[in-house]
């Protein structure tokens, strides 16, 4: 079974940057996609990023917030997922949620498309 461990969270300011890792043990994300999702306080759990599973190039989808802000990517020989936050902004806070799912076509949006989940990471933007 897959396991997620999600880290690079931490406490940044207005327009400051924050690459978020992803880290699978248990078994590799070879021909699963991923997402990641967040949810800020008092809020349901959002859709964020996601990317499909390819040996050649996976295809990638944005929420419209962090579009041109945000990038989802994937190194398979590190069995990693990376998001990286640019131009980050106060609304931008929230626990940051990677997910894989079984199946590697997509990306996908929806949380019931998603298998295993990791336990999140704190994200803190300041103005």
């Known amino acids: 079974q897959v396991q997620l461990v999600e880290s690079g969270g931490g406490l940044v300011l207005a327009g400051g940057s924050l690459r978020l890792s992803c880290a699978a043990s248990?078994?590799?994300?070879?021909?699963?996609?991923m997402g990641w999702f967040r949810q800020a306080p008092g809020k349901e759990r959002e859709f964020v990023a996601g990317?499909?599973?390819?040996?050649?190039?996976?295809?990638?989808l944005y929420e419209d917030s962090v579009k041109g802000r945000f990038t989802i990517s994937r190194d398979n020989a590190k069995n990693t997922v990376y998001l990286q936050m640019n131009s980050l902004k106060p609304e931008d806070t929230a626990v940051y949620y990677c997910a894989a799912s079984r199946s590697g076509s997509g990306p996908k949006v929806g949380e019931m498309e998603y298998n295993y989940w990791g336990q999140g990471t704190q994200v803190t933007v300041s103005s």
């Open positions: 990317i499909s599973w390819s040996w050649t190039g996976s295809r990638t």
């Open positions: 248990g078994g590799t994300l070879n021909w699963h996609a």
